[in-house]
């Protein structure tokens, strides 16, 4: 595989997460916390960067420890941070993680109001949203202003720069005021994005179903690409020519933590330098069978960015679990013909 060369600029929140050292209990039951930098954006460029893509972060720390650990986190994944800023007076966001039994999570945030919140278009870096090829945003930074502000002029600048637009609303309603504001502001700039993806849980809550039916009702004439992400089941794709189901991996989850964003970052790195490779089928699922694995591997660790894997992880498993295919074909052969 060729190189790719393409910038990938993400937009939005980074924060620490406190997870839990025991799977299946609540907050006030855990016994102790494993500190985790993430946050969805600053997710998906370190993904990007750990498959060797060219990836950079926009967004809002607090000045303090947290938030200078958070922007070297970035530097030491190759993620470019030029486009990080402090905040003197607001701390950076924290949020407390429960991990059910299955690794499906429960979230606390700590956010009154947290330094991501505060970002103005001011400052915003211009000139580094103008150089990106695909840039990616979710929809946690449209809860208040100023963000939001901040977020609706830095997908405009992209837009008119000529870059893909990349949405993953990464729903989470303990941050909303409720759940109508959160449909209605998600929805807000649906109709902006080229390429979006959701969980199957957002597609219930946007649509009141999981179906083939209820995914193309959210198609608008400006999109590319949209896929639901099954979980263990892998994920759905919709294009205006076609759409089907790829399959995901079989691994022991202990975190799903993640694993969307290392499926995006993967998708996204995949398509930055030829975007026409969303319009032809086979093509395309190669790209999603590869996205599926990164997600996998995402959630065989505790936490989103020390689990995000690099690419000589996700071959060895693509590979393996071809390997293993070959061998049952063979096996099943041989007791046909015996």
């Known amino acids: 595989m060729a190189a790719n060369t393409g910038l990938i600029v993400s937009f939005g929140e980074m924060l620490i997460d406190f997870v839990p050292t025991v799977s299946g209990v609540s907050l006030a039951e855990a016994p102790g916390f494993l500190k985790a930098p993430g946050g969805a954006p600053a997710n998906v460029a370190i993904a990007v960067a750990r498959l060797g893509g060219r990836a950079a972060f926009i967004g809002k720390l607090g000045d303090d420890e947290f938030g200078r650990m958070l922007a070297g986190i970035l530097t030491q994944n190759d ?8 905040d003197q007076g607001a701390r950076t ?20 109001p947290s330094a991501d919140m505060l970002l103005t278009p001011d400052e915003l870096n211009f000139d580094l949203i103008r150089c990106a090829n695909v840039f990616h945003y979710g929809s946690i930074s449209l809860i208040v202003e100023p963000c939001r502000s901040a977020h609706l002029k830095a997908m405009e600048v992209a837009k008119d720069a000529g870059a893909l637009l990349s949405y993953d609303p990464n729903l989470r309603l303990p941050l909303w005021p409720s759940a109508e504001e959160a449909r209605k502001q998600i929805m807000s700039i649906w109709d902006k994005a080229d390429v979006i993806k959701v969980s199957d849980e957002e597609l219930e809550f946007l649509t009141g179903r999981i179906d083939d039916e209820s995914a193309m009702s959210l198609w608008h004439d400006n999109l590319k690409l949209l896929l639901v992400t099954l979980g263990e089941k892998g994920c759905s794709y919709y294009t205006k020519n076609f759409h089907g189901e790829v ?33 032809e089928e086979q093509g395309l699922k190669e790209v999603l069978k590869y996205a599926c694995a990164c997600g996998a591997i995402t959630t065989t660790k505790k936490g989103a960015i020390p689990a995000l894997p690099t690419r ?7 590979h393996g679990s071809l390997s293993a295919w070959k061998d049952y074909i063979l096996t099943l052969l041989s007791k046909l013909i015996s």
């Open 93 to 112: 966001a924290l949020a407390f993680v429960t991990l059910r039994a299955d690794g499906e999570r429960e979230f606390m945030f700590y956010r009154n």
């Open 312 to 318: 000589p992880q996700v071959l060895k498993l693509v």
């Open 247 to 279: 399959p995901s991996y079989k691994v022991k989850t202990v975190d799903t933590t993640g694993a969307g964003d290392a499926f995006v970052g993967s998708l996204l790195l995949s398509i930055v330098d030829d975007y026409s490779i969303i319009e």
């Open 79 to 86: 993620v470019s941070d030029s486009g990080v800023m402090f």
